[in-house]
């Protein structure tokens, strides 16, 4: 036999769109939302948030994240949710100043295996490319866009770390 589904309602806020603000409740089901209705309507749910005086935000994208270091994305991504984060991008590459080395789509493919087994978000990766990346860019580029990896970063600083580009290189 299965639970039964758990609702909850958040009331008296003022819901924020990509379109407008206004007062309204929203209503989840599932941990989906299953409605907005005018504020003040009459409909139950098994836990009421009361959101009064207070802006009720979709969830939040963070385009810029770092993964490196002590930080692992079971953690970074727990971290997140507690401030309404629901998806982050995080910033990849095979950076041994970051702790990671190795080829960049292997580097990016453990990330991509530790966020689909540990993160409790969503998650997008931006790819880091460095100055060991270069010479292998034409054909490892492809290989990470199929992945689904179509954004790119480039440093035009930190040489000492190998991971300044030249102009020609950009």
């Not at 806020?13 to 089901?29: C, H, P, Q, T, Y």
């Not at 984060?85 to 190795?102: C, D, E, R």
């Not at 978000?121 to 992945?147: R, S």
Request: net charge negative.
């Amino acid at each position: 036999m299965t639970a039964p589904i758990k609702t909850t309602a958040i009331k008296g806020g003022i819901v924020v769109s990509g379109r407008e603000m206004k007062r309204a409740d929203v209503f989840l089901s599932g941990g989906r939302i299953a409605g907005v209705e005018p504020g003040g309507s009459q409909r139950t749910a098994d836990t009421v948030i009361d959101a009064t005086g207070k802006f009720v935000l979709p969830g939040i994208i963070d385009a810029h994240i770092h993964p490196v270091y002590a930080d692992h994305i079971d953690t970074l991504s727990k971290a997140a949710a507690a401030e309404g984060i629901t998806t982050v991008i995080a910033y990849v590459g095979a950076v041994k100043a970051w702790g990671q080395s190795g080829d960049l789509v292997g580097a990016i493919q453990d990330f991509i295996v530790e966020a689909e087994n540990n993160s409790i978000i969503d998650f997008g990766v931006h790819c880091t490319l460095l100055k060991n990346d270069i010479d292998q860019a034409a054909t490892v580029i492809p290989q990470l866009v199929e992945k689904g990896i179509i954004s790119y970063k480039a440093f035009m600083a930190y040489a000492k770390r190998g991971m300044k580009l030249e102009d020609d290189e950009l």
